[in-house]
């Protein structure tokens, strides 16, 4: 069941649509890595352990390698969660698709149809969120999405969104998605950055992105309501980071008149977002969190330049080859013996 954050009544059970259940009769997306080696589905090796991947725009491209590295070392966890960005670092890992990793967080930058000043002001947003979560995750598409691999995966997950209408924040796991399209939905209203991107209406209610939410967009509240209390977190900014502080200007109070929670959240992001990190810190000095911080070059949210993405990509799976035997310790696996 979706659950919200604040303990304030949550959204109806399983939220689908009638065209949503169409699932078990209609024909559905298939294969998505056309160019690389068929992957089985996991077993679980991972269980007490929660996998947490922070969002930010395409400044994911440095932890999009932590995804692909992740399984192809066939660490397997049974509880992953994601944030804006972070949620589509879980469908990958959850559809073991090392090549969608990458190409989402760097080849794509260069995609005409990603988004321009354009886009924007004809309503589709500064990154063009209609074709970005909808025209390009089928067969043939820029971004194929093995969508029967996700199925097969038995992990659990959760893919947080923030809710304008109440202030909550909204988590949705395997239960709450019946369909292809019920999944890129949530990936999009999770992903949603205000102002930039439009809301997402789903069931009756509008979404913006995730990370507006209580622990500014690190799904370790989602992550200790699955039970877990040890966790591997893969951030997108350096250990030093320090968000500074932000007051919601006239633009954003302006496009969410009839929704006030949304620049309240955007202004209180800041000490939740550096209050979390700060919690994770101390739960990794107690043994009870390993914390992958990216040492290498970080880009902003919204770069299209493929050179710099590639080079954010590289570098973070240089730290990734470093660190992979450390987080292997962590979560009690040893490394496979060599043939």
Known sequence: MASAVQATPSPTTAQTTPSQN???TAPEPRAATDSSPAISAPEINVTDTALIFEGGGMRAACTAPVV??????NINFGWVGGVSA???HTVNY???DPL????????FGADPNLGSLGT???GKGAFNSDYIYHHTSNPGEALPLDWQMYRRNPAQFAIGAFCADTGDTVYWGRDDIASFDGLLDRVQASSTMPIFMPPVHLDGRTYVDGALGPTGGIALDAARAAGFDKFVVVLSRPRDYVKPRFRAGAAARLAFRRFPAVPAALAARPEHYNRTRAELFELERAGRAYVFAPTGLTVSNQERDVAKLAQSYAEGAAQFRSEVDAIREFVGLARPAQA
């Not at 692909?68 to 070392?73: K, W």
């Open 22 to 24: 169409l699932i078990n």
């Open 68 to 73: 692909a590295g992740l399984v192809r070392e």
């Open 86 to 88: 972070g949620s589509s």
């Open 94 to 96: 959850l559809s073991r």
């Open 100 to 107: 969608r990793a990458r190409k989402s967080f760097v080849d």
């Open 120 to 122: 924007w002001l004809r």
